[in-house]
């Protein structure tokens, strides 16, 4: 298995690493060392999400040719999740200046992005 790293090929020999899942712990642990987290995944030209692996991650290595992870800095997400919130704040305050009257369905919407707000 080829495993790319940023477009990177990696020189790295597989040890006692027998599914997916064993390869990624190895990643995840090389990652958070150098404050990285995983953003994009693919696999043999096919992209998964991170949410998505667990129907794979017991696939054997021997079935796998390429790895091609994409790796951003942790303080990357931090300050694009800081502002997606400044921006959502700012249109739920516009919403509420220009609006007199709020239907159900909006205070919902709103509920539900505040929620996440707090949860991020």
Known sequence: MEIYINGEKISYTLQNEKTLNDVFEFIIAFLDKNDLYIDTIKIDDTQYS?????????????????????????????????????SYLTNVVNYIKDNEKYDQENIDKIKEGLSWCTSV
């Open 50 to 86: 991170f949410e998505n692996l667990d129907s794979i991650k017991s696939k054997s290595v021997d079935e796998i040719k390429k790895l091609e992870i994409q790796a951003a800095f942790k303080q990357e997400l931090v300050s694009q999740t800081v502002e997606n919130i400044i």
